[in-house]
């Protein structure tokens, strides 16, 4: 009797105050839909860094005359500087990549690109040695050693794109968090209004239940119970606003880079991964606020 009781008095609630539980509901799925965002990208991140930890290489772009004329890297000043790479301590390979293989090379990673392929041309791709450190973080040693040395036209250090790619996702990532607190901060005053209102509808209906001998707890239990379904409810929409943004939007966009390697894919599996947090989230939100509100704010 009483656990039905209780159960009849949130869904009269819930009717009762039907826009201010949408708009709640609403604002609960917006933020924690971000919130969601920036746990899939930090999720990407930590895989690109995975990824690429172990596959971090130095460049060294040849001069346009050494990648014309020493096609095996057999001629000064190329066969002197692959040989003073092998002998740098700290270097595990050292390959040698001709314009040719290089051009290659290109056309495999932007094949997906065709318009961009049709610009280009083999004389654009200069010839490269490309070297594997043991330790990835060590690449200033290499660009300080051989930068500016004959036959070296530049020095590509992956390392150091990698982090500015990393610092727009992380930019892109604090931007989301930033957004899902401010609309988590609209969310509790939602909440907590709604409980407000809630209450003063049925204060008559709470009050006789206080003069039969009823408890503090188990008249506001009802208000508490409707904060957590509609937080609830919001955490499911946010899950299916992930959803549809993976299928409509972000396979889209990223299509090409995930093809490429370049990003790893965004699965529907991530998205259940994250979810969990998204419904513990708003349950703690939802029960916390009603009740810090019935205690402030509310007299049962």
Do not use: H
């Amino acid at each position: 009797m009483r656990t039905s009781f209780v159960f009849s008095e949130v869904i009269t609630g819930l009717r009762r105050n039907v826009t201010m539980t949408i708009a709640m509901i609403l604002t609960t799925a917006i933020s924690l839909g971000l919130l969601g965002g920036g746990l899939l990208v930090v999720r990407m991140v930590d895989k690109m860094q995975a990824n690429y930890a172990g596959k971090l290489e130095v460049s060294l772009l040849l001069t346009n005359d050494v990648s014309a004329n020493d096609k095996d890297c057999t001629q000064q000043p190329c066969a002197g500087l692959r040989s003073a790479l092998e002998q740098t301590s700290g270097v595990e390979t050292v390959v040698f990549q001709n314009r040719d293989e290089g051009f290659e090379r290109f056309k495999r990673i932007f094949e997906a690109q065709p318009e961009l392929l049709k610009l280009a041309r083999p004389e654009a791709i200069p010839a490269t040695i490309r070297v594997k450190l043991e330790d990835p973080e060590r690449t200033d040693v290499i660009k300080q050693a051989f930068e500016g040395k004959p036959g070296v036209k530049a020095v590509d250090d992956q390392g150091k794109f990698l982090d500015r790619f990393f610092e727009i996702l992380n930019g892109i990532r604090d931007g989301a968090l930033i957004l899902a607190l401010i609309q988590a901060f609209a969310a509790l005053l939602l909440i907590s209004n709604t409980i407000q209102v809630s209450a003063f509808t049925r204060r008559v209906e709470v009050g006789i239940m206080r003069l039969v001998g009823a408890t503090r707890w188990y008249t506001q239990l009802p208000f508490l119970i409707e904060a957590v379904v509609a937080g609830i409810v919001g955490a499911v929409c946010a899950v299916v606003l992930l959803v549809l943004a993976k299928a409509f939007f972000l396979d889209r966009v990223t299509g090409n880079l995930t093809e490429s390697g370049i990003i790893p894919p965004t699965g529907y599996l991530d998205i259940l991964i994250v979810s969990p947090w998204l419904f513990l989230v708003a349950i703690v939100i939802s029960a916390t606020t009603g009740y810090v509100t019935l205690r402030l704010y509310v007299r049962l």
